[in-house]
């Protein structure tokens, strides 16, 4: 089992890794002492995994509740959160008590915003079951859900107790999903760390076979790495800003395509065409390009993506001017495993890269 800590001021939260990290939930919530538990999952998650949750907290005495809403994006609004208020006053959670999400990234940042607003906060606890999940939003406290128009417009940093990420609940993810996060993993990679990126090629069999003994030491990095730029910059003032890698155009491409494209596609999408600009603009090696392509392509990144015209897609990617008081938002590669922020590049530079990949 891997143990990472998340060094927020104030309060620092540990980060269990593993096959079968979930036994250790129990003890957590005792050490937190938590009085009661309010779950939330999804009807899919919760169909698999919701009696294994709650036996091994009711187990110990732990009073546990449950609460099963909509799969994937589709819950994560305010209506959901509604929902979730509604059930945290249904089993009168009092600030003893604890959410627990177990799920994807949806349900973590549905239920860990409603933790965040109900008794103007209560503490959460992640279980993650995506690999996205555990690699990337279970860590860091960005909580929140979505309106009709705008993905996350609403919500609130507010870190979890603990995050608890047991590698066995991997093994029902469907393919798609769990090949996607690979596009976050690889970014950590290329923008942070050449060690993980060599550790990608290395073990890319186990990976995909998704072997307990090859992900647990990966998913340990990636969070050690976000748990680093988050402990320096909670707010994102800064430093947090390297792990948008990818996510210029990669955001810019899930919005021209209405969310067809998987978030992690995306990014890979994205990371293919940051590196790109760095070449052209003699950042980078043109090297860098090739090894960043063959370590996503071992994973099947970025992979077929929504057919999108060229003129949307770059007329969703954020231009300097527009951007406030100038500040540029280019998270460009110069070598595997280092990239630098905030990075200047001329939209005839982006339009041109951009042009020879679109899909
Ligand atoms: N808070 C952050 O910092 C942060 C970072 C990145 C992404 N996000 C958010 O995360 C969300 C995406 O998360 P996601 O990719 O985990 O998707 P998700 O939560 O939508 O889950 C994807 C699907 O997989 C199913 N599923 C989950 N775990 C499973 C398992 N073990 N077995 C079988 N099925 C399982 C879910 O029911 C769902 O249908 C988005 O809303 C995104 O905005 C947040
Ligand atoms: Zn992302």
């Given at each position: 089992m891997a143990r990472v800590t998340?060094?927020?001021?104030g309060r620092p939260y540990p980060v269990l890794i593993g096959q079968?990290?979930?036994?250790?939930l129990p003890r957590m919530m005792r050490e937190l002492g938590a009085s009661a538990a309010a779950v939330v999952t999804d009807l899919t998650v919760g169909g698999i995994w919701g009696e294994a949750v709650r036996d091994a907290l009711t187990g110990l005495g732990i009073h546990a509740s449950l609460l099963a809403v909509e799969p994937?994006?589709?819950?994560?609004t305010l209506d959901g959160l509604i929902r979730v208020l509604e059930f945290l006053e249904d089993v009168a959670l009092d600030r003893q008590g604890v959410v627990v999400a177990v799920g994807g990234g949806a349900v973590g940042d549905l239920a860990g915003f409603a933790a965040a607003v109900w008794l103007r906060g209560v503490r959460h606890v992640q279980v993650p079951t995506t690999l996205l999940a555990m690699v990337?939003?279970?860590?860091?406290g960005k909580t929140g859900v979505d309106t009709a128009r705008t993905k996350n417009a609403i919500g609130a940093i507010w870190q979890p107790s603990a995050v608890i990420s047991d590698l066995a609940l991997l093994a029902t993810l469907p393919e798609e999903d769990y090949l996607a996060a690979f596009g976050e993993v690889v970014k950590y990679a290329v923008a942070m760390d050449g060690e993980l990126a060599l550790r990608l090629e290395r073990s890319c069999d186990g990976l995909l076979g998704r072997s307990p003994a090859a992900l647990e030491p990966v998913v340990a990095r990636c969070v050690e790495l976000k748990a680093r730029v988050v402990a320096e910059d909670e707010r994102e003032a800064g430093p947090r800003a390297i792990l948008n890698y990818g996510h210029t155009v990669g955001h810019a491409l899930e919005s021209a395509s209405g969310y067809r494209a998987a978030h992690g596609r995306a990014v890979a999408f994205g990371m293919q065409a940051a590196a790109r600009i760095a070449a052209r603009l003699g950042r980078c090696a043109p090297d860098l390009v090739r090894r960043q392509d063959e370590l996503l392509a071992a994973f099947g990144l970025p992979g077929a993506l929504p057919p999108v015209p060229l003129p949307d897609l770059l007329a969703a990617i954020p231009r300097d001017k527009k951007r406030r008081a100038g500040r540029v938002r280019w998270v460009l590669p110069e070598d595997l495993g280092r990239a630098r922020v905030g990075v200047e590049v001329a939209d005839e530079v982006v339009a041109e890269v951009v042009g020879t990949l679109a899909p």
């Open positions: 998340v060094a927020v001021p079968g990290a979930l036994q250790e994937g994006e589709r819950a994560k990337d939003s279970s860590v860091g």
